[in-house]
């Protein structure tokens, strides 16, 4: 190598002197970022790593001289803001450390920013957390020269049910602002008005002082009739950098400084993202976002920020229930019910007239109690009966998830979405089902191409400028067959996906879809690009990870293969594995609804997610256990209860979509139990060591599972809906659905501010569907093949997909799968209604 | 030289003869001197010697001369306690509750006074002047619950002119002018109020007939 | 275990009130000073206070003398045991005062080596705050004592409230389960 080729190799710097410090950084680098690395900090406040520089408070003034074009140096006439210059060359700067221009200029900023600011500290959110305050008390003056009366505003401003402003307090950093517009992509609030009367508001004709244009359309979509309309909204509270935005749950709750913080991870859904529990004396008062630039860089979503007082509600179940003489639940002592678990669960598994038994984890689970209830299923009560799929799950995603995601590491990471050329996303809506993975997305706009194969392009997806690829639902698999085909008008989502780096993202509801993964597989093999499976719920890849599928052993090996039972039993020291293979969850449950179960063992699973016909597998169990936070649906049926910890008060992992582990700790002390010690006592109680009483047990044992990639199950190979079956779609109306990000959900209850920023629900169809249809009236009625009727308000969506209706699958006044019976991809009837 | 070989010299100085020879019996002299004065003994709990003024005793929450609460629950006195012996939880005013002038109040305040060691810090770092200290000493008791004294317990007793929170600010004021000393008692819209909410409450001024 | 333990129960009611006046009127504490509250304890007993006006004629040395343990200062983890013992050596009816903060919660001292109060170690009677308290504290404290001490029961009626107190215990709130203050 030559000496040339070295210097061409080498990335181009630039140095310049700051405080008579050489420095050398990367060309691009912002003056203020540059002093930080040799540790020089210069105060701010507009400025935010993950954001745009705006130059907005002027706190960060530095004196700056610049090399001219004869060599000399020419400094700047006025200090400069150090937050939005790049570092230049030659360049010299000289930050208040060593200029007395600079430091005079940061104290002058300094007293105009608080000349309007009230001096309400003590009942302030933020104040004890405030870098307005920091810097006040650090580089700020003792007296005020200002005597005049503060300019003040009508507080607080609600922007929606859940985030209020404080205008007086404001700096006008614009850091919500921009979040706003460049990472959420909600721009409902902006900067308003003029000099003194500069204010952030939403937008509000009130405020606006333009009456007769309030926006229509997207902002209206807010239940709270608010404009304010964001997932992502609390991340602007956080980096307010005076206390301006407060939340409602939070506001006047506590004190910064009287809080502890745990860190923690969140588990609404399956991003994995850092958080920070932050509670007093045995009580959460706020969940804050962590900073992990891996994987949630520093945003979270507002379900994961707010909806925490589920677990704390009155319903929390703190004893063992036992189910009485008279069928009444009654507190019981441990010991009593584990006798009376243990005694059942013996009858029902080797009784006169056993048929089986059958475990439903749910799908929020960690690694750990995943763990534990298959093993628990395949030791003791010996069945392959076990899913933690609380959902529309069929062989061939298991078959899917055996051969390409369980015990494959970390696959695509948010780092490879991010840099991903092309994403095609099937089956997923990132803002409603993925969180912060939309964020990341969104981050990559402009130089990224996203394919969504939906029936219509919905708001989140718009915001990441995709395309759509129009897909009737249930038919993602023939969709994706033409394109693999290179038929039709769709080639440059094939010439995309062959691209370096390109993601097929296929989420859960491809599960329902009858060749979907088959489909999903062959392109991907076809194209080179790279599968991420990326489920709705926390603990969905942990529990493919730890095998608590009917059809997996843990480390991702068939439950079939007689070679993988033997190298699991080896580990866990018995003499061999239930050889019948297992049934899905909703097997599991059509089964015991039709009597053919002697009993089941249940997790955290939410019946209202359920078809009515399986729910009621539930109540008609002979034997019920169930091991739950809180009263539900499946404890008002349970012969024996036992109380289980959330994820705030116990230790354990889990496994976020793309395989990374994330381990938590405890935040609050309490005496509840995780799952995997309940179930750890329960077999002990039946004569059986489960060896599962720790997150160190299950870790270690864990990592002795042999991981064989031959042993994996072929991969999925199922046929989609056949000629007729799509023809026959295609004239009935089919059915679209998901969850909206903020809907019903169990771990949202407690939280009415959170629940007032949840989108209307409306149902969806296309102008020439409505046409067709000859529907009339505002109010679309749909029906399954059932009773059951939900009445939403229609939106008329153009360039939807034809012959099909959307609705939210569990919002309020919407719940498909309870009330109609039905799934995506189902054929309902709709008519229109005035009322 | 060694210091084991300087002789010993006593710095007291040295008596004569008489004071050599009274020596032995000396200590009696304190004896006989307190002997026939008045004794001093306190006869606690019959006579109640009075505290100097500024004694550090049990804690008070003050009202404003309407009856509002001063206390806005800022946690600031629970953060300058050295022995965490204070616990506050704040909440929002809202126009049916309104319990402190401004948009905050402490709903929760507890004093544990098996912790509170009397220093005053609190005193000093409350903004609003809501919590003072009386000189009221007499504290006992059987259970460690029984010394946490609650809101109710703290709060100063209704002088004249005051009326029992929760009820609304005066009206036309904000909580700056309660904090400049503008409010003075409690106006006719606010017992109006007190009357419609509640008819029964004893801080209620007597309706004068005729 | 006295005769009072084996006497038929008709009779305890007024030999109730007799020996609880005596006991309550000469109540001699064993001297337990830990820390600078002790100083405030041995004022009272000086003559402006004058603990023998209400009947605490003389502090005893030995436990086998004394009705009271006045538990004066913070109670180190290690100073626990021997607390401990003395109050063994102290023969019934005896009962505990925990003179200030210190002993009485552990104060300002949250910390791994004191005890956070001595009913972690003997059963307390009365709790007295204070930093240190005032002499006139202690007597108020005293005087709290001998009522209680007045009202012992004996036989029968020490056993009924024996068999209370267990049941109010076990049925109390775990201090795990405790929230706010008492945490």
Same mark, same amino acid.
């Not at chain 1, 506001?251 to 923690?264: G, H, K, T, Y």
């Not at chain 2, 939880?89 to 401004?102: K, R």
């Given at each position: 190598m030559t000496v040339k080729q070295e210097w061409a190799m080498t990335p181009p710097t630039v140095t310049a002197i700051i405080d008579g410090i050489r420095v050398t950084v990367p060309p691009g680098t912002l003056i203020i970022r540059a002093a930080e690395s040799i540790g020089i900090e210069i105060p701010r406040f507009c400025d935010h790593p993950l954001l745009e520089p705006a130059g907005a408070c002027r706190q960060c003034l530095v004196e700056i001289a610049e090399p001219g074009p004869d060599g000399k140096l020419r400094p700047y006439l006025k200090p400069q803001t150090s937050c939005s210059m790049v570092l230049t060359e030659g360049m010299v700067v000289r930050t208040q450390v060593t200029s007395k221009v600079a430091e005079r200029a940061q104290r002058g900023i300094m007293e105009l920013l608080l000349i309007n600011h009230p001096l309400d500290c003590p009942v302030c959110d933020k104040g004890g957390e405030c870098p307005l305050q920091n810097q006040a008390m650090t580089t700020g003056q003792a007296d005020s020269r200002f005597t005049e009366a503060k300019r003040t505003f009508e507080k607080p401003l609600t922007l929606s049910t859940e985030i209020l402003l404080d205008r007086e307090r404001c700096i006008l950093c614009q850091r919500c602002t921009r979040f706003s517009d460049q990472i959420s992509g909600d721009p409902f609030i902006e900067l308003q008005e003029r000099g003194a009367r500069s204010q952030v508001g939403a937008f509000d004709p009130e405020v606006l002082d333009f009456d007769g244009y309030a926006p229509t359309g997207l902002a209206a979509e807010d239940e709270s009739g608010r404009p304010f309309s964001s997932y992502?909204?609390?991340?602007?509270?956080?980096?307010?950098?005076?206390?301006?935005?407060?939340?409602?749950?939070?506001?006047?709750?506590?004190?910064?400084?009287?809080?502890?913080?745990?860190?923690?991870?969140?588990?609404?859904?399956s991003s994995g993202s850092a958080i920070a529990i932050e509670h007093r004396r045995g009580k959460v008062l706020r969940v804050l976002a962590g900073n992990d630039p891996e994987v949630n860089e520093e945003w979270i979503t507002d379900k994961d920020r707010f909806a925490f007082p589920w677990s704390s509600l009155d319903d929390r179940i703190t004893?063992?229930?036992?189910?009485?003489?008279?069928?009444?639940?009654?507190?019981?002592?441990?010991?009593?019910?584990?006798?009376?678990?243990?005694?059942?669960?013996?009858?029902?598994?080797?009784?006169?007239?056993?048929?089986?038994?059958?475990?439903?984890?749910?799908?929020?689970?960690?690694?750990e109690d995943a763990y534990a209830y298959q093993k628990f299923a395949r030791v003791v009560l010996g069945t392959n009966d076990v899913d933690a799929r609380s959902r529309i799950a069929g062989d061939e995603e298991e078959a899917f998830l055996g051969s390409r995601v369980a015990g494959s590491g970390l696959g695509v990471t948010f780092a490879d979405l991010e840099a991903a050329p092309v994403v095609a996303l099937i089956g997923f809506e990132p803002e409603d089902e993925g969180g912060v993975v939309f964020l990341r997305l969104r981050k990559a706009r402009g130089r990224q191409k996203v394919f969504t194969f939906a029936p219509f392009v919905s708001r989140g997806n718009a915001k990441l400028d995709a395309t759509l690829v129009p897909t009737v639902p249930g038919l993602e698999g023939a969709a994706l067959d033409s394109i693999r085909r290179g038929s039709g008008t769709v080639g440059d989502v094939f010439d995309g996906?062959?691209?370096? +780096? %390109?993601? $097929?993202?296929?989420?859960? =509801?491809? @599960? !329902?879809?009858? *060749?979907?993964?088959? #489909?999903?597989?062959?392109?991907?093999?076809?194209? +080179? %690009?790279? $599968?991420?499976?990326?489920? =709705?719920? @926390? !603990?969905?890849? *942990?529990?493919?990870? #730890?095998?608590?599928?009917?059809?997996?052993?843990? +480390?991702?090996?068939?439950?079939?293969?007689?070679?993988?039972?033997?190298?699991?039993?080896?580990?866990?020291?018995?003499?061999?594995?239930?050889?019948?293979?297992g049934r899905a969850a909703y097997d599991i449950l059509g089964l015991a609804s039709s009597g053919g179960l002697s009993g089941l063992v249940v997790g955290g699973l939410t019946l209202s997610d359920l078809p009515k016909t399986l729910a009621n597998g539930i109540a008609k169990a002979p034997f019920l256990v169930s091991l739950e936070v809180r009263l539900s649906d499946v404890t008002a049926h349970a012969d024996v209860v036992f109380p289980v910890a959330p994820s705030s008060e116990k230790a354990g992992t889990f496994v976020n979509w793309e395989g990374r582990l994330r381990p938590f700790t405890a935040a609050l002390q309490t005496s509840a139990l995780s799952d995997h010690r309940v179930l750890d006592m329960l077999a002990r109680e039946m004569g059986v060591t489960l060896g599962t009483p720790t997150v160190e047990a299950v870790t270690a044992e864990l990592a002795r599972i042999p991981i064989d990639d031959s042993l994996r199950p072929p991969p999925p190979s199922a046929s989609g809906p056949s000629a007729a079956e799509a023809a026959r779609r295609a004239k009935a109306t089919t059915l679209a659905t998901w969850h909206a990000l903020i809907d019903q959900g169990s771990l949202q209850d407690g939280e009415p501010f959170l629940a007032g920023t949840a989108r209307v629900p409306v149902a969806r169809m296309s102008p020439a569907t409505v046409a067709a249809l000859g529907i009339e009236g505002?109010?679309?009625?749909?029906?399954?093949?059932?009773?059951?009727?939900?009445?939403?308000?229609?939106?008329?969506?153009?360039?939807?997909?034809?012959?099909?209706?959307?609705?939210?699958?569990?919002?309020?006044?919407?719940?498909?799968?309870?009330?109609?019976?039905?799934?995506?991809?189902?054929?309902?009837?709709?008519?229109g209604s005035e009322s | 030289m060694t210091r084991a070989d300087v002789p010993f010299v006593s710095n007291l100085p040295r008596k004569g003869a008489a004071g050599r020879?009274?020596?032995?019996?000396?200590?009696?002299?304190?004896?006989?001197?307190?002997?026939?004065?008045?004794?001093?003994?306190?006869?606690?709990?019959?006579?109640?010697?009075?505290?100097?003024?500024?004694?550090?005793?049990?804690?008070?929450?003050?009202?404003?001369?309407?009856?509002?609460?001063?206390?806005?629950?800022?946690?600031?006195?629970?953060?300058?306690?050295?022995?965490?012996?204070?616990?506050?939880?704040?909440?929002?005013?809202?126009?049916?509750?309104?319990?402190?002038?401004?948009?905050?109040?402490?709903?929760?305040?507890?004093?544990?006074?098996?912790?509170?060691?009397?220093?005053?810090?609190?005193?000093?770092?409350?903004?609003?002047?809501?919590?003072?200290?009386?000189?009221?000493?007499?504290?006992?008791?059987?259970?460690?619950?029984?010394?946490?004294?609650?809101?109710?317990?703290?709060?100063?007793?209704?002088?004249?002119?005051?009326?029992?929170?929760?009820?609304?600010?005066?009206?036309?004021?904000?909580?700056?002018?309660?904090?400049?000393?503008?409010?003075?008692?409690?106006?006719?819209?606010?017992?109006?109020?007190?009357?419609?909410?509640?008819?029964?409450d004893p801080s209620l001024p007597e309706v004068h007939h005729g | 275990m006295g005769l009072e333990e084996s006497m038929p129960s008709f009779l305890t009611g007024t030999v109730e009130d007799v020996v609880g006046w005596a006991r309550g009127a000469s109540i001699w504490p064993v001297t337990f000073g830990l820390a600078c509250c002790s100083i405030e304890m041995m004022a009272t007993g000086g003559p402006r206070f004058d603990i023998a006006r209400i009947g605490s004629e003389v502090f005893r040395s030995s436990p086998r003398q004394a009705d009271l343990m006045i538990v004066a200062g913070r109670l180190s983890q290690k100073m626990a045991p021997v607390l401990r013992q003395v109050y063994d050596q102290m023969s019934e009816p005896k009962w505990v005062l925990a003179m200030g903060v210190c002993a009485s919660s552990g104060g300002m001292f949250n910390n791994y080596a004191i005890v956070q109060g001595v009913d972690h170690v003997v059963p307390v009677d009365i709790y007295l705050p204070g930093c240190p308290p005032r002499p006139e504290m202690l007597l108020g404290a005293l005087m709290a004592i001998k009522e209680h001490a007045k009202k012992t029961p004996l036989g029968a009626h020490r056993r009924e409230i024996a068999k209370a107190v267990e049941e109010a215990a076990l049925a109390a709130l775990p201090t795990s389960e405790m929230k706010g203050l008492l945490r």
């Open positions: 992502f909204s609390g991340n602007t509270i956080q980096i307010c950098p005076v206390g301006a935005l407060t939340s409602a749950g939070y506001r006047f709750r506590a004190r910064p400084f009287d809080l502890v913080a745990s860190p923690s991870i969140a588990g609404h859904d004893r063992p229930l036992v189910r009485g003489e008279d069928g009444e639940l009654r507190e019981a002592t441990w010991p009593e019910a584990l006798a009376r678990a243990a005694d059942g669960l013996r009858e029902a598994v080797s009784g006169a007239r056993s048929k089986g038994v059958g475990v439903l984890p749910g799908g929020r689970v960690t690694l996906l062959s691209q370096e +780096g %390109a993601v $097929l993202v296929v989420g859960e =509801r491809l @599960a !329902g879809v009858p *060749g979907g993964f088959t #489909a999903a597989v062959a392109l991907a093999d076809r194209t +080179g %690009a790279r $599968l991420a499976w990326i489920p =709705r719920r @926390a !603990g969905e890849r *942990g529990a493919v990870e #730890a095998g608590a599928l009917p059809g997996l052993l843990p +480390g991702g090996s068939s439950a079939q293969s007689a070679e993988a039972r033997e190298g699991v039993a080896r580990v866990w020291g018995v003499s061999g594995l239930p050889l019948a293979p505002r109010v679309l009625k749909v029906s399954g093949p059932g009773r059951g009727t939900i009445s939403l308000p229609l939106a008329v969506t153009p360039g939807m997909v034809d012959g099909v209706v959307w609705l939210p699958m569990n919002s309020p006044g919407s719940t498909v799968a309870r009330t109609l019976g039905v799934a995506h991809g189902d054929t309902v009837s709709v008519k | 020879f009274f020596a032995p019996v000396a200590g009696f002299g304190v004896t006989m001197r307190n002997i026939f004065r008045r004794p001093k003994t306190e006869q606690y709990p019959r006579q109640k010697l009075p505290t100097e003024p500024r004694y550090h005793g049990r804690h008070q929450l003050n009202r404003h001369p309407d009856g509002l609460e001063k206390c806005i629950g800022c946690e600031l006195c629970a953060w300058a306690c050295p022995a965490d012996a204070i616990y506050v939880e704040a909440d929002s005013n809202t126009p049916e509750a309104q319990y402190s002038p401004g948009e905050r109040y402490g709903s929760v305040y507890q004093i544990n006074y098996l912790r509170c060691i009397f220093c005053g810090l609190c005193i000093e770092a409350c903004p609003t002047r809501a919590l003072t200290m009386t000189n009221d000493y007499e504290l006992q008791g059987p259970t460690r619950e029984g010394l946490i004294y609650e809101k109710q317990d703290l709060l100063a007793p209704l002088a004249p002119g005051m009326l029992l929170a929760p009820h609304p600010m005066v009206p036309g004021t904000t909580d700056a002018d309660y904090y400049r000393g503008d409010v003075t008692q409690a106006v006719r819209k606010q017992i109006d109020w007190v009357r419609e909410n509640r008819p029964d | -």
